[in-house]
């Protein structure tokens, strides 16, 4: 029987037959991407097991639940996921400070987020991710010395205050480097440790507190620590003990910060 608010170590393809059917309200799915060294990221066909894994999730999301599943550009080419979940975007995690060192095509600058849902989806809490709408702002001060908005000829465009839409290309959003405070080993650069930020949003967009968050290949556990910020109920899946025990600490060490606050 699997409890919320934990992390277990073991094989999510043999965790997730112990979760109850229509249970869980968001997925964050960072798992392989086909492409590393890492004995885990080895396989045949990154396709085909992402097309595993949407079958599994599609059993266990409650209906108008939400997936997120990270990969490589390619990552949901040409297989049929629709008889099992709605696609809703197509994220691109656009990295520009990646060094462009390709020769023989044109250098890979980005990762693909699939947004998934089970059928409409159920909570879309656009108001807690709006971004600045620089772009915009400056665009409306120009049209706004324009004669026929000057005279009335034209409504002026309605801008919400609280910021634009994030749009299906995030670039605002940096991959974490060997400077960032946040990173905990250079072990886990690139691949493996995803910002707090990015978590964040999918979090917030997608889950309301109280909600039941799963994240079946849970690395270092950001997405476990964003939940438990964010006052989401979490379940955590990771394969590799070392990697549940840097979750755990992570876990305990917010637990740590709530008393000391407290005290
Ligand atoms: C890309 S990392 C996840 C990183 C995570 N999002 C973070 O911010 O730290 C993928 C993780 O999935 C784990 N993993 C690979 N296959 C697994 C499986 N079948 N079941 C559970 N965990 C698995 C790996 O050990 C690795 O830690």
Redesign the pocket.
């Known amino acids: 029987m699997i409890e919320v608010n934990k992390i277990y170590k073991?094989?999510?393809?043999k965790?997730l037959d112990e979760i109850e059917d229509e249970s869980i309200d968001l997925i964050?799915c960072?798992?392989?991407?086909g492409v590393t060294k890492?004995g885990?990221?080895r396989l045949r066909n990154i396709q085909e097991y992402n097309l595993g894994l949407i079958k599994m999730f599609s059993r266990v999301l409650k209906k108008g639940g939400a997936l997120y599943l990270?990969g490589k550009p390619d990552c949901i080419d040409f297989i049929d996921y629709r008889p099992f979940l709605t696609l809703n975007s197509k994220i691109v995690w656009y990295q520009p400070s990646r060094l462009g060192q390709g020769r023989t095509t044109f250098t890979n600058n980005y990762d693909i987020i699939a947004y998934f849902t089970k059928g409409k989806a159920k909570v879309f809490n656009l108001d807690l991710i709006r971004v600045p709408q620089l772009v915009e702002l400056e665009h409306r001060r120009r049209c706004e010395k324009v004669p026929s908005v000057i005279n009335g000829k034209f409504p002026k465009t309605k801008f919400n205050e609280k910021g634009k839409n994030p749009g299906d290309v995030w670039g605002d959003i940096k991959q974490l480097t060997y400077k960032s405070k946040e990173l905990l080993s250079k072990d886990?650069l690139n691949?493996?440790?995803?910002p707090k930020k990015l978590?964040e949003r999918i979090v917030k967009a997608s889950s309301n507190e109280g909600d039941l968050v799963l994240?079946?290949?849970?690395?270092?556990?950001?997405?476990l620590v964003v939940c438990k910020e964010l006052k989401r109920n979490f379940i955590g899946?990771?394969?590799?003990s070392d990697?549940v025990n840097i979750c755990q600490k992570r876990l305990n060490d917010i637990e740590l910060n709530l008393s000391s606050r407290l005290f």
């Open positions: 073991g094989d999510c393809w965790l964050v960072d798992g392989p991407y890492n885990w990221d990270f886990f691949t493996i440790q995803k978590i994240d079946p290949f849970a690395g270092t556990g950001t997405t899946i990771e394969i590799n990697m």
